[in-house]
Nanobody
């Protein structure tokens, strides 16, 4: 499974971006897809995840209500719509795939098997 995240950029506070995660070598609808981010000097954190079995979605508390994960099976692509962006959302964003979303409480764990290269999101104040 090869994944490629795209759609990052430099935006101002309050703006929106939509990240895309495209796959080759696999049909994404059979995988759980997670979005993760890593800011400089910080650990990677789970942002959102969508299960393959029932399409259930999960979000980190820090992005709940602002970010939306979705899937377009015809395009074999998963999206992360990010609204009301804040400077603390600045990070490299990665998409990943696995058989399921692994969580402890509201924390999405970064234990997925397949990872793509990241895309930089920078939110200026």
């Amino acid at each position: 499974v090869q994944l490629q995240a795209s759609g990052g950029g430099l935006v101002q506070t309050g703006a929106s971006l939509r990240l895309s995660c495209a796959a080759s070598g696999a049909v994404l609808k059979y995988y759980a897809i997670g979005w993760f981010r890593q800011a400089p000097g910080k650990e990677r954190e789970g942002v959102s995840c969508m299960d393959s079995s029932d399409g259930r979605t999960y979000y980190a508390d820090s992005v709940k209500g602002r970010f939306t994960i979705s899937r377009d099976n015809a395009k074999n692509t998963v999206y992360l719509q990010m609204n009301s962006l804040k400077p603390e959302d600045t990070a490299v964003y990665y998409c990943a795939a696995d058989s399921g979303c692994t969580r402890i409480g509201n924390t999405i764990l970064s234990v997925m098997d397949y990872w793509g290269k990241g895309t930089q999101v920078t939110v200026s104040s």
